[in-house]
């Protein structure tokens, strides 16, 4: 009897093995999103790139970090909607540039200023090539910001192309103020504005 | 003779009277008598505020559908709503439950996507925005104070 079970404890973990969700290269979503944050939490709390001379190495660590997790071109399609395919190839990298750029902008100096937050992995959710990963990030007041991170696979990886805070979607707000621009005067005034945001 | 005419002027009034009364309650009932007329998309909130079926489904601040159910399905809201059939609705389209303003009614916000990919009917919109829970704000502002 014992023996049998013996025997049976190695067949049962290989047919769990052998059954089990594929972990690809990519991971799964949720591996994906952690990977980059622990990168960018290590860039931001790593005490050599704290002075001021090394800031602008930083800032550069932390996109090239952001940019292998992002799918920049889904996001820029996702916000413009409607607009997006009365754009020529050349206007459409040129958004694809300026919303990058944007989203660095606002966002980097929150991330810079990061001091000891913790991440929780609360969910994940995958259905087809889409998932969403439900993450809460502890400050050190307690206070807990749920953010949700929507991912969909590009070949083997996860990419963002979209985050909720708090339950407000940032595409969903950049495509409402991007259409009212559009609307109101035109393409060329967004693309002004974005740059001129950009480049202040 | 004359009494005959006016018993059937007095019919037709009550008739007529009648028929109006029921053309009022199926409109302000929101009663479809012919069916929808438009076909059915389906999204999952992890809140649906309390929106009730016959609620406007709304594109741009204009009024586009209703509302056909709200209903629980794994611990979320599956909100199914009905779409005119000549109004497509793109795959990448956000849906978000909004509030009349502060305290008003709730209605379902559509914002059209820019994807290629056009909902079938019966499709789900995949990208949802819950209604912003002003309490739990408040409340996340005030203990996160202390």
């Known amino acids: 009897?014992?023996?049998?079970?013996?025997?049976?404890?190695?067949?049962?973990?290989?047919?769990?093995?052998?059954?089990?969700?594929v972990v690809s290269f990519g991971g799964t979503p949720t591996e994906?999103?952690?990977?980059?944050?622990?990168?960018?939490?290590?860039?931001?709390?790593d005490p050599v790139l704290k002075t001021p001379e090394k800031k602008e190495e930083k800032a550069r660590l932390i996109r090239a970090a952001v940019d292998?997790?992002?799918?920049?071109?889904?996001?820029?399609?996702?916000?413009?909607?409607?607009?997006?395919?009365?754009?020529?190839?050349?206007?459409?990298?040129?958004?694809?540039?300026?919303?990058?750029?944007?989203?660095?902008?606002?966002?980097?100096?929150?991330?810079e200023g990061y001091s000891g937050e913790k991440v929780l992995y609360i969910n994940e959710v995958v259905d087809g090539k889409y998932g969403i990963v439900s993450v809460k990030i502890v400050t050190e007041k307690d206070t807990e910001i749920s953010v949700r991170y929507k991912v969909k696979k590009k070949g083997e990886n996860w990419l963002v192309y979209d985050?909720?805070?708090?339950?407000?979607?940032?595409?969903?707000?950049?495509?409402?103020?991007?259409?009212?621009?559009?609307?109101?005067?035109?393409?060329?005034?967004?693309?002004?504005?974005?740059?001129?945001?950009?480049?202040? | 003779m004359k009494k005959f005419d006016l018993e059937l002027a007095v019919g037709f009034f009550l008739i007529i009277g009648i028929g109006c009364l029921g053309y009022l309650s199926v409109k302000l009932g929101g009663m479809d008598f012919l069916g929808s007329q438009g076909y059915e998309l389906e999204a999952f909130f992890s809140n649906s505020g309390g929106l009730k079926s016959g609620s406007a489904v709304?594109?741009?601040?204009?009024?586009?559908?209703?509302?056909?159910?709200?209903?629980?399905?794994?611990?979320?809201?599956?909100?199914?709503?009905?779409?005119?059939?000549?109004?497509?609705?793109?795959?990448?389209?956000?849906?978000?439950?909004?509030?009349r303003g502060l305290i008003g009614e709730k209605y379902v916000e559509i914002t059209p996507g820019g994807s290629e990919e056009i909902l079938k009917p019966g499709g789900r919109i995949r990208e949802t925005q819950s209604p912003i829970d002003l309490e739990e704000l408040i409340s996340n502002y005030v203990f996160g104070k202390i």
Do not use: C
């Open chain 1, 32 to 45: 994906s999103v952690k990977d980059t944050t622990d990168k960018i939490i290590a860039i931001v709390s």
């Open chain 2, 58 to 99: 709304v594109i741009a601040g204009v009024d586009v559908g209703r509302v056909k159910g709200v209903i629980l399905d794994n611990y979320e809201a599956r909100v199914s709503m009905d779409i005119p059939h000549d109004l497509k609705i793109q795959e990448d389209a956000i849906v978000s439950i909004k509030t």
């Open chain 1, 68 to 111: 292998e997790r992002f799918n920049w071109k889904e996001m820029s399609r996702r916000t413009l909607a409607r607009h997006w395919a009365k754009r020529t190839d050349q206007e459409k990298k040129e958004f694809i540039d300026l919303f990058g750029k944007l989203l660095e902008r606002t966002y980097l100096e929150r991330v």
């Open chain 1, 163 to 200: 985050i909720s805070i708090e339950g407000v979607s940032l595409i969903n707000n950049y495509r409402k103020q991007f259409n009212s621009i559009i609307v109101r005067s035109s393409y060329k005034e967004l693309v002004g504005k974005l740059r001129e945001k950009v480049g202040k």
């Open chain 1, 1 to 21: 009897m014992t023996f049998r079970r013996l025997m049976m404890t190695p067949i049962f973990f290989f047919i769990l093995l052998f059954f089990s969700p």
